[in-house]
């Protein structure tokens, strides 16, 4: 069966230093992968999304990669702040009609000042 | 003010009621979606809709009923027959299925607690 896993439960790490979050997959070929942020108690929001054709998206301090090849997407926040503190997950996406995304359990980010 | 709503944001029912969550979006998005969420997990799919008068059964469908009568309404009723009803629940809309603009809108949740 398809399964999705983030490296860990909890990332803990100093204020302004780069995060770097870990998703990988099997069982799966996705057509595309998004990162989503949740803060305690509150629904998910959008942050990016990748394509399979696609090795690399940046937006203001967020990067992610995909590698097909190895079924993982790296998402870094760079000279991260104690703000940056949230939930992050990913999700796959397919291009098979009707199909849903799928989450993955999230990894819990702290950033200490 | 687009966006997507649930009702209530907390919820308390007695074991063997039915509770009906609800769920409004004025973002004119044709696909919606029920999520449930327990600690250390992530989002687990219990339904979702399509279109108006269209919906499929997600990865957890069983105690859970769906109905999808307007575009920006998707209620999701707790049944008694949901054996551990206790969780976060999350409703979420995208412009369709189309796998290339299916980025979801969450709403802020609703929390139910079975008493």
């Known amino acids: 069966s398809q399964k999705i896993e983030q490296n860990s439960e909890a990332l803990n790490i100093q204020e302004g230093k780069t995060a770097t979050l870990t998703c990988n997959y099997t069982?799966?070929?996705?057509?595309?992968l998004q990162w989503y942020r949740q803060d305690p108690g509150r629904g998910p929001v959008f942050l990016l999304l990748i394509r399979e054709n696609e090795k690399e998206k940046r937006k203001e301090r967020l990067k992610v990669t995909f590698d097909t090849t190895l079924k993982q997407s790296l998402f870094h926040i760079t000279a991260s702040q104690p703000a940056d503190s949230a939930t992050y997950l990913c999700a796959l996406g397919s291009n098979q009609a009707g199909t849903a995304l799928i989450f993955g359990k999230g990894t819990t980010l702290s950033v200490s000042s | 003010d687009g966006g997507i709503t649930q009702s209530p944001k907390y919820l308390f029912r007695k074991e063997g009621q039915n509770v009906t969550l609800s769920c409004e979006q004025n973002l004119n998005h044709d696909a919606m979606y029920w999520y449930r969420q327990d600690p250390g997990q992530g989002l687990r799919l219990i339904y979702y809709s399509q279109i108006v008068n269209d919906f499929q059964k997600g990865d957890i469908a069983e105690g859970y009923s769906v109905s999808r009568e307007k575009k920006e309404s998707f209620p999701l009723t707790v049944t008694s027959a949901q054996k551990n009803p206790t969780a976060f629940y999350l409703c979420?809309?995208?412009?369709?299925?189309?796998?290339?603009?299916?980025?979801?809108?969450f709403g802020p949740g609703t929390r139910l607690t079975v008493l």
């Open positions: 979420a809309s995208s412009i369709s299925l189309d796998r290339s603009t299916d980025t979801q809108y």
């Open positions: 069982n799966y070929s996705p057509a595309y």
